[in-house]
């Protein structure tokens, strides 16, 4: 999988917010990762140096604690195709938009297309997903469709 994270600093002076986005190897849910979580801050290799809790805090609540990280379970969250699926199932009209290599500025590559992530979307959503290459002057979507925009850098400008 990938990690990608970010710090936020919040209203008190020793404490930051971190904001982890994972991509694992297999499905999953906030209960399970959750769990995993506990696990390593209560018995686990991270014990003493990882807190868990499932309580409501504030940022001064984290003011001054011996941990170097607290995990607050009430904000993991699973995205992904599931996400994806509830939009389209109440009714959003979902777009997508991305790029990829660095291709010649307006000049379409068979090998920096996105038809192969189309392809994957459509598996993994388990539905068509239409990789849409003129999109420039407008696109039709309708509630509950979903299509994928060619690679952004085929165009000018």
């Known amino acids: 999988g990938r990690i990608q994270a970010k710090a936020v600093r919040v209203p008190t002076v020793n404490v930051s917010c971190l ?3 994972m991509q694992v190897a297999r499905d999953t849910d906030a209960l399970e990762i959750n769990r995993i979580l506990r696990e390593a801050a209560t018995g686990g290799p991270l014990k003493g140096l ?13 003011n001054h604690d011996p941990h170097s990280a607290i995990i607050d379970a009430s904000q993991t969250r ?17 777009m997508v938009c991305s790029h990829l290599g660095r291709p010649t500025e307006g000049e379409f590559s068979a ?24 999109y420039l002057d407008g696109v039709d979507v309708k509630a509950g469709d979903i299509v994928l925009f060619e690679n952004v850098r085929f165009n000018k400008g």
């Open 78 to 94: 699973v995205s992904g195709p599931r996400l994806v699926n509830l939009a389209l199932e109440k009714g959003a009209a979902v």
């Open 50 to 62: 990882l807190a868990y809790t499932e309580l409501p805090h504030a940022s001064c609540d984290f």
């Open 111 to 134: 090998e920096n297309s996105l038809k192969p992530v189309a392809d994957y979307l459509s598996k993994a959503l388990g539905r068509e997903v239409p990789l849409v290459a003129e």
């Open 19 to 21: 904001d982890i986005t």
